[in-house]
């Protein structure tokens, strides 16, 4: 199975901040990763798909790029409402995930 | 819009099977694959299968041995089954509805989880 792998764990960061959180696949996936957002005691909602694609209705502060094996999201101008726990996606036969990253209020 | 709402008993002993079904409102069943996933109490998401509406099924190989998922179309449902769960295996369980891309070029097929429901809390307890 392809291992996803994010960084930072966790970050803290401003309203106004751009944040960017980084992905690495264990092999190369092309284009096939996703992004999720999730809040606590919420379902992931999907923000980014095809690695650069946004989801219909997300701000377009939310921005992904890569192929291969390395991919970032980056939010150009943090919201209050964006603190949360992010999660990539490889989205081949075997879906697999990587651990989160938390952003949190600096 | 489609909403999707996972239903099952919220305790489950161990060694017994868990059985939990997503109802599908507000479009159909019908054309789409659909996923159940599971996140441990304060840990990452776990893909664990997908159904397409016909009944083809895809599951985690690492719980492939344990786990079946099937169809109700005529009830616009899908169901998860788990059996001889541990206490491992508690988690608040996902049920979405799979986006699915796919290359010409390979023939391969790809998936987002773009609907998710609320998700439901099964613990694994005596």
Not at chain 2, 55 to 80: E, W
Request: a neutral charge.
């Amino acid at each position: 199975d392809i291992q996803m792998t994010q960084s930072p764990s966790s970050v803290s960061a401003s309203v106004g901040d751009r944040v960017t959180i980084t992905c690495q696949a264990s092999q190369g996936i092309s284009s096939w990763l996703a992004w999720y957002q999730q809040k606590p005691g919420k379902a992931p909602k999907l923000l980014i798909y095809a690695a650069s694609s946004l989801q219909s209705g997300v701000p377009s502060r939310f921005s992904g790029s890569g192929s291969g094996t390395d991919f970032t999201l980056t939010i150009s101008s943090l919201q209050p409402e964006d603190f949360a726990t992010y999660y990539c996606q490889q989205a081949n036969s075997f879906p697999t995930f990587g651990q989160g990253t938390r952003l949190e209020i600096k | 819009q489609v909403q999707l709402q996972e239903s099952g008993p919220g305790l489950v002993k161990p060694s017994e099977t868990l059985s939990l079904t997503c109802t599908v409102s507000g479009g159909s069943i019908s054309s789409y694959y659909w996923s159940w996933i599971r996140q441990p109490p304060g840990k990452g998401l776990e893909w664990i299968g997908y159904i397409y509406y016909s009944g083809s099924t895809n599951y985690n190989p690492s719980l492939k041995s344990r786990v079946t998922i099937s169809v109700d179309t005529s009830k616009n449902q899908f169901s998860l089954k788990l059996s001889s769960v541990t206490a491992a295996d508690t988690a608040v369980y996902y049920c979405a509805r799979d986006w699915v891309d796919y290359d010409i070029l390979t023939g391969y097929h790809y998936y987002y989880m773009d609907v998710w429901g609320k998700g439901t809390t099964v613990t694994v307890s005596s």
